[in-house]
């Protein structure tokens, strides 16, 4: 059963606080880089929240995106003035700042309609969706899930438990986008599965049951994610997002493999 009521709770994460740092985090990029295109806020704090899986406090990153000519000039010298002006990300979720070069993109460089939002200067050019190129890239990434899940299971085993929670952060990127894969390479258009947010990805998916056995291990994962982050990271409950990711992974690794 998929919840739907989000109990951000104990951190009690807000929107309107998240923007608000986002917005000073690109105020404080603006001061160095005043001539910087484009500033776009995206992702799925950005996505409507139905439910606790749509934004995962101490999971979920808060992903701004700077495009300038030139991209960063220097970036350590960027750091410490952002860092000098907003302090470390409050909330309990990771800032993914990213500088680029509009002219110099990796090829594709997406920005799905309905998961950003601009902060500074026009939306910027990016490429045209292409369907077949994402199912291909899509394929791709789910080809390598297998890898993935061995790769996890070399590194988890002299962690501590304040490293593995701090594994679980940055991994959960790798964790949290697979039933959105698994959709588009199953025929679901990209470009109407990739805005979705997750509660609304999951009813988008039930009853199909060549997904299924995703559909659930992500569930899986989610739920075990949630408890993790709303408990700022306690050990046990950061074992079970982790065993639930590596165990999701494995899914779509025999999926992708039975196709």
Not at 4 to 13: K, R
Not at 23 to 42: F, H, L
Not at 60 to 76: K, N
Not at 148 to 172: M, N, S
Request: hydrophobic share 45%.
């Amino acid at each position: 059963m998929i919840p739907t009521a989000p109990p951000f709770t104990p951190c009690e994460v807000r929107r309107d606080e998240l923007k608000w740092f986002t917005r000073v985090v690109a105020d404080a990029v603006i001061d160095q880089y005043p001539d910087a295109a484009s500033i776009v806020w995206k992702g799925s704090s950005v996505k409507a929240w139905e439910g606790p899986f749509d934004f995962i406090p101490g999971l979920s990153d808060l992903d701004v995106q700077v495009y300038r000519h030139g991209g960063v000039t220097d970036p350590w010298e960027l750091r410490r003035a952002v860092l000098a002006e907003v302090g470390d990300s409050p909330l309990v979720s990771r800032l993914q700042l990213l500088v680029m070069d509009p002219d110099d993109l990796p090829d594709p460089w997406y920005l799905y309609p309905g998961t950003f939002e601009v902060l500074h200067g026009d939306a910027p050019a990016v490429t045209p969706i292409d369907p077949a190129r994402i199912v291909a890239q899509d394929r791709e990434a789910m080809t390598d899930a297998g890898d993935q899940a061995y790769r996890l299971e070399t590194k988890i085993v002299g962690l501590g438990d304040a490293e593995l929670w701090r594994y679980l952060q940055r991994a959960h990127r790798l964790f949290s986008p697979v039933l959105y894969r698994a959709a588009t390479i199953n025929g679901y258009p990209a470009d109407e599965i990739w805005p979705l947010n997750r509660t609304r990805l999951l009813e988008r998916t039930a009853g199909d049951e060549e997904l299924a056995p995703i559909r659930s291990a992500t569930i899986a994962y989610y739920g075990a994610a949630v408890d993790a982050g709303l408990t700022e990271g306690l050990p046990a409950f950061v074992e079970e997002a982790v065993r639930a990711g590596q165990h999701l992974l494995r899914t779509a690794a025999a999926w992708i493999d039975a196709r």
